[in-house]
């Protein structure tokens, strides 16, 4: 029985992830280190942004510190701010797929991403009152591609207008990427690639792959969650 789903944000919802990909390269830059397109899609996708400053300063042996680490995630979560600017950055349909699976059942977000991106987000796109729990980077001690975000926000839901008896087998889980799908999978959900940001070949750990969030068919979950 499906009772709930849980959507990563980047990637899925919001096509944000050039715009991450330019606000990290424009701090590196300052800090003399050049980040590729391809190797931000290829190593770093996966990580939220300490982890990715903390991976790019270890590789370039720059000895940055914890709080240096924490300063330079500051700093690209303001340049992604001014980025975002006066642009929708939501997929095509991913609203109207929000509006469909909310009528349904619970949703919820697990993400990577700073909570206050996300909120800046679903607010200036009157998306917010369709989800009923979000966890983002700050909330849980591992990031993807732990199970970390899932486990809490399955537990979250769990507890939410009485549903106690919400089971992981019984929520679907809709990733772009096959760190998100490993944590998905780790934490005992159902999953759905959304070929939006990988070619679907990637996705092939997924229980069903879909190449956009618009073709998203509750009926579809339904019978995942009844295998």
């Known amino acids: ?43 770093l996708l996966g990580f939220d942004d300490v982890g990715v400053f903390t991976a790019v300063g270890d590789e370039h042996r720059a000895g940055w510190t914890a709080a240096r680490v924490r300063e330079l995630a500051t700093r690209k979560a303001a340049q992604l701010e001014a980025i975002e600017q006066g642009a929708s950055v939501l997929f095509p349909g991913a609203a109207d797929a929000i509006k469909r699976a909310a009528a349904a059942v619970p949703l919820a977000i697990a993400s990577g991403a700073i909570g206050a991106e996300i909120r800046r987000v679903l607010h200036r796109e009157r998306l917010m009152e369709y989800f009923t729990v979000i966890v983002a980077a700050e909330d849980t001690p591992s990031s993807k591609p732990a199970p970390d975000p899932y486990l809490h926000a399955v537990a979250r839901l769990a507890h939410i207008d009485g549903r106690d008896g919400v089971a992981a087998g019984e929520c679907v889980a809709i990733e772009d990427s096959r760190w998100g799908l490993e944590s998905a999978r780790a934490a005992g959900l159902k999953t759905v690639g959304v070929a939006q940001t990988y070619p679907a070949a990637e996705l092939s750990a997924a229980d069903l792959v879909i190449p956009t ?14 295998k």
């Open 213 to 226: 969030l618009d073709a998203l068919d509750i009926e579809h979950l339904v019978k995942l969650c009844s």
């Open 1 to 43: 029985m499906l009772k709930a789903i849980v959507f990563d944000f980047d990637g899925v919802i919001a096509n944000s992830e050039p715009l991450h990909f330019q606000a990290f390269r424009d701090v590196l830059a300052g800090e003399g280190i050049t980040l590729t397109e391809a190797d931000y899609y290829a190593r």
